[in-house]
C-alpha cells in the first residue's frame, strides 16, 4: 500500500504564489506517474498535472499552463507543484494521486491513478 501526504496549502492573495508538496511512503514505486487534481465546492474533481518518472514526461490542464510547474524528488519520494499567478478560481481542495506502474503519458483522468492523499486547501483572494 502507499500513503500519499499533501502538504503547502494555505490562503494567497491573488498574484501570488504556492507551493505543494506530496510526499509518498509505504511500497513506493519510483518509476510511476504522480499527479495532482482539484476540487472546487460543488464541482468535479478536475485534472491539473501530472509527471512520469519513468520518461520525463508533463502533462497540464490548459488552465495553469504557463502558470503551474511541476517536480519530483526521487530520493525523498517527493512531488512538488510550484503555482505561480494564481487566481480565485484556482480555489479547490487539491488532492495527490500516484500509479503503480509506468506511464509514457501521465493520465489526466482519475481512474488513470490508484492512489490518493487526503487533500490539502488551496484559497486564492481576490
Known amino acids: 500500500q502507499v500513503q500519499l501526504v499533501e502538504s503547502g496549502g494555505g490562503l494567497v492573495q491573488a498574484g501570488g504564489s504556492l507551493r505543494l508538496s506530496c510526499t509518498a511512503s509505504?511500497?513506493?514505486?519510483?518509476?510511476?506517474?504522480m499527479g495532482w487534481f482539484r476540487q472546487a465546492p460543488g464541482k468535479e474533481r478536475e485534472f491539473v498535472a501530472a509527471?512520469?518518472?519513468?520518461?520525463?514526461?508533463?502533462n497540464f490542464a490548459d488552465s495553469v499552463k504557463g502558470r503551474f510547474t511541476i517536480s519530483t524528488d526521487d530520493a525523498k519520494n517527493t512531488m512538488n507543484l510550484q503555482m505561480n499567478s494564481l487566481k480565485p478560481e484556482d480555489t479547490a481542495v487539491y488532492y495527490c494521486?500516484?500509479?503503480?506502474?509506468?506511464?509514457?503519458?501521465?493520465?489526466?483522468?482519475?481512474?488513470?491513478?490508484?492512489?490518493w492523499g487526503q487533500g490539502t486547501q488551496v484559497t486564492v483572494s481576490s
Open positions: 494521486a500516484a500509479t503503480r506502474g509506468p506511464r509514457i503519458v501521465p493520465g489526466r483522468g482519475k481512474n488513470d491513478y490508484d492512489y
Open positions: 509527471i512520469s518518472r519513468s520518461h520525463g514526461t508533463t
Open positions: 509505504g511500497r513506493t514505486f519510483s518509476s510511476n506517474t
